[in-house]
């Protein structure tokens, strides 16, 4: 599966993003960084703004149509 992973957020958001990546690519998945078959957007909540990208990100994939997964800590913010 082709899979592209979007990392908003600190320093531990963007490490946790490659051991996905490198999980991800162990089981035989394609990382890309368009046309992707799913999204991994690997979020964060502390400053306003970025959690403010985040949603509109969120909303473009899905007006897109386009299957997602939401990482890191807005999932358990919201």
């Given at each position: 599966?082709?899979?592209?992973?979007?990392?908003?957020?600190?320093?531990?958001?963007?490490?946790?993003?490659?051991?996905?990546?490198?999980?991800?690519e162990?089981?035989?998945?394609t990382?890309?960084?368009?046309?992707?078959?799913?999204?991994?957007?690997?979020?964060?909540?502390?400053?306003?703004?970025?959690?403010?990208?985040?949603?509109?990100?969120?909303?473009?994939?899905?007006?897109?149509?386009?299957?997602?997964?939401?990482?890191?800590?807005?999932?358990?913010?919201?």
């Amino acid at each position: 599966m082709r899979i592209a992973i979007q990392t908003f957020g600190c320093t531990a958001n963007h490490a946790d993003s490659q051991l996905m990546r490198e999980l991800l690519e162990g089981a035989g998945h394609t990382i890309v960084s368009c046309d992707a078959e799913l999204w991994i957007v690997n979020t964060c909540t502390v400053i306003e703004h970025t959690q403010r990208k985040v949603m509109r990100r969120l909303k473009s994939l899905d007006e897109a149509g386009v299957p997602y997964i939401v990482a890191g800590c807005l999932p358990a913010a919201q």
